[in-house]
């Protein structure tokens, strides 16, 4: 076992550019915990203090196995953000690759779960222990999916989350890492990822930006996809789904890839059903879990850091 895995030990320190871009405010953060499951490459149980307003995590004191370097994973920084003007603000969580950063800027769109569930704040540290730079909006408004909610609730719910406001809230989340890392020369171009809800807003917003700042995007069983803006993609997208999956048919994943082209891929677990990717529930699922996170990894690096060193 790793020196954290059993003993929870906060590491804290400031972003290392130990700046602020205009239109952004660090938050002090709230309580939360990052938790990986027993495959997972990096082990950690963190907690934020009220006090501390980022954090800093070193992987060589973790268990780090097989593919992940443990010299390159040396230290990820996190931080609680407020980004935007005014009552057009948004929440959102960076994770900063610090010792082997790549430059590359990520927007990670989460599940109904939002931006502070355990399952999606531990794959995007996961991603910046890769050299990137994550950014986790609050798509949501502090308002997500509670999982125990009623199911009945759900259409209720699913009602208030406004299209035009979660589109806006997603252009300010572009706008702020095109600032931070293509306009400063940093990334030159942007990397997209989602999760159910956030996989099928991929595909309507490589649409509207249509190759000008995303270079490429990774759809993980989107749902609610729009399949008619598809032809409007420019860049390829990457789809990772599961056969048993009634959310994310694979015949519309065939045909959004038919759409879009440009070397677009869809890759099919068999037996998997939603959410195998980030919130494995078996030994089969997590194995399965790892090796769509080594086709998503090799898919950014190919189309974001290869192609653009």
């Known amino acids: 076992m790793g020196l954290l895995a059993s003993t929870r030990i906060p590491l804290f320190t400031s972003l290392s550019s130990g700046r602020s871009s205009p239109g952004i405010s660090i938050k002090t953060p709230s309580h939360h915990k990052l938790n990986y499951s027993s495959s997972r490459k990096c082990k950690l149980h963190l907690r934020t203090e009220a006090e501390n307003v980022a954090s800093r995590i070193k992987c060589s004191l973790l268990d780090v196995e097989n593919d992940i370097n443990d010299e390159a994973c040396e230290l990820v920084n996190g931080v609680e953000l407020s980004i935007g003007e005014g009552a057009d603000s948004i929440n959102a969580y960076l994770f900063k690759a610090v010792k082997n950063n790549n430059g590359t800027g990520l927007l990670l769109l989460s599940d109904i779960f939002g931006f502070e569930e355990t399952s999606t704040r531990d794959f995007a540290y996961r991603v910046a222990c890769n050299g990137y730079n994550v950014l986790v909006p609050d798509l949501y408004r502090g308002d997500p999916w509670a999982k125990n909610r009623p199911k009945t609730k759900f259409d209720e719910w699913i009602v208030k989350q406004d299209p035009q406001r979660i589109a806006k809230d ?57 399949v008619s803006v598809a032809s409007s993609i420019n860049v390829p997208v990457l789809f990772i789904s599961g056969d048993d999956d009634p959310l994310c048919p694979v015949s519309i994943l065939e045909d959004v890839e038919k759409r879009i082209g440009r070397g677009s891929r869809v890759e099919i677990f068999q037996g998997r059903g939603h959410g195998f990717a980030h919130r494995p529930e078996s030994p089969e699922e997590d194995e399965d879990a790892e090796r769509a996170f080594t086709i998503m990894r090799n898919w950014l690096y190919d189309g974001l850091v290869a192609k653009n060193s």
């Open 170 to 226: 997603i252009a300010t989340s572009t706008n702020w890492m095109v600032d931070e890392f293509v306009a400063a020369g940093v990334s030159k171009k942007l990397g997209l990822i989602g999760f159910c809800f956030g996989g099928g807003k991929v595909i309507e917003v490589l649409a509207k930006d249509q190759g000008a700042y995303f270079g490429t995007g990774v759809s993980f069983y989107g749902t609610r996809m729009n």
